[in-house]
């Protein structure tokens, strides 16, 4: 899941930026089972760490996998 919650219950994602993982606050609006709302921190077309591992910390070297 792309949305994690700190130890204080605030919600981050995690960016791919300049080849790094840059961990960003975000604020989120309706939630359903399977979707979370990103009301503030993400820009519309922004790319992010779908399923980050559970290791990944902000300033790893991430890279773009392709699919289709």
Do not use: H, W
Request: glycine share 10%; net charge negative; hydrophobic share 30%.
């Amino acid at each position: 899941e792309a949305v994690q919650k700190d130890t204080e219950g605030n919600s981050y994602i995690y960016v791919a930026k300049d080849g790094k993982a840059e961990k960003r606050m975000i604020k989120t609006g309706t939630e359903t089972e399977f979707d979370i709302q990103v009301t503030e921190g993400l820009q519309e077309n922004e790319s992010y760490i779908k399923n980050p591992p559970a290791a990944l910390k902000e300033g790893d070297k991430v890279s773009a996998a392709g699919g289709k």
